[in-house]
């Protein structure tokens, strides 16, 4: 399954992802709000692609290597995750910082909600963003997602911004 927008290409991840991916996950600032907040190490960003992959076997969708065309440069992930227990189908975004602040994640972000809503019939989404993450909260309302509950995931206390199919405005 692939994506293609004016200036992304979403793909599968592949073994040859897993040096830039790395260096992504174990960049401080770029894990900062994801999961417990820690860098990953190269071990751990294998095991994530992996798990990923398998997502995919499992519900049919998971995160896509976010490939900038002008470049072929991987820059971050987009995807939808449904893990077991999940509280939803979660739309979730993570860019290098270095491509934070240039309307990718946006872009990439739009690209898989359409997809999720008008072929995969998928009717509502969530993002699963922690409080003090300005950017992704400013970005799910972009996405004409609401804040609508809070929960706690593995000890964190997160807000959870959904929308619905009907509620489509972008």
Known sequence: MIIETERLLLRQFCESDLDDYAAM?????????????KPMS???TWHHIATNLGHWQLRG???????????????????LLSPEGWPGIEL???L??????????????????????ENLKIPEIISVIHPQNIRSITLAKKLS?????FISIYGIECAIYKIVCEGLKV
């Open 25 to 37: 996950l174990a960049n401080r600032e770029t894990m900062r709000y994801i999961g417990a907040g």
């Open 42 to 44: 190269r071990a751990q």
């Open 61 to 79: 969708f998971g995160f896509y290597a976010v490939e900038e065309k002008k470049t072929g440069r991987l820059i971050g992930r987009i995807g």
């Open 92 to 94: 979730g975004w993570l």
């Open 96 to 117: 290098a910082p270095e491509f934070q602040g240039q309307g990718f994640a946006f872009e990439g972000a739009k690209a898989v909600r359409d997809h999720a809503f």
């Open 145 to 149: 997602e609401s804040l609508c509950d």
